[in-house]
């Protein structure tokens, strides 16, 4: 499957791999393995989507936002292997975490923006693991954030 014919025949447009803004690294390979640092929800703008799922922000906001995530995931992949996605054998998880109310119960349905848009991408092999937890907050206020672990070739 050719992973970059996906993005173009989707009309979807990576942002750039931001760099980390603290004492850890977007990316590492360990092995065949190749971890993603959480990456926060940002619109197509370059602002931060914030707010609390289910007070300022609705489920489907929350799934926009999530998908946010793994555009960035998708971005920390391509430079991490040198913008080469065919280097990928698969997804293997993702960990996505959701700012929301303490009485909001759809985590999986906000996550499945993420898992969404890797399915699409990766076809079979962007099927993965998953957890989807809520917090009472996140970095700079966000409402979402995921982390990836990919299998490389």
Excluded at 7 to 20: H, Q, V
Excluded at 53 to 82: F, H, M, P, W
Aim: glycine residues 8%; aromatic residues 6%.
């Amino acid at each position: 499957m050719n992973f970059e014919k996906n993005i173009k025949e989707n009309n979807i447009i990576l942002p750039n791999a931001a760099d980390p803004v603290g004492s850890y690294v977007a990316s590492k390979i360990s092995n065949k393995m190749l971890f993603i640092s959480g990456q926060i929800s940002i619109d197509e703008n370059g602002n931060l989507i914030k707010g609390k799922v289910g007070k300022e922000l609705s489920t489907d906001d929350g799934y926009n936002a999530a998908k946010r995530c793994a555009l960035s995931i998708v971005a920390q992949v391509k430079k991490a292997c040198n913008d080469d996605l065919s280097k990928i054998k698969s997804c293997v998880k993702l960990t996505g975490f959701v700012n929301s109310t303490e009485d909001f119960t759809d985590q999986p349905k906000v996550i499945n923006g993420a898992s969404d848009l890797i399915a699409i991408i990766f076809g079979d092999a962007g099927m993965h693991t998953r957890a989807a937890v809520s917090t009472n907050s996140l970095p700079l206020g966000v409402s979402v954030e995921v982390d990836a672990i990919f299998e490389l070739k």
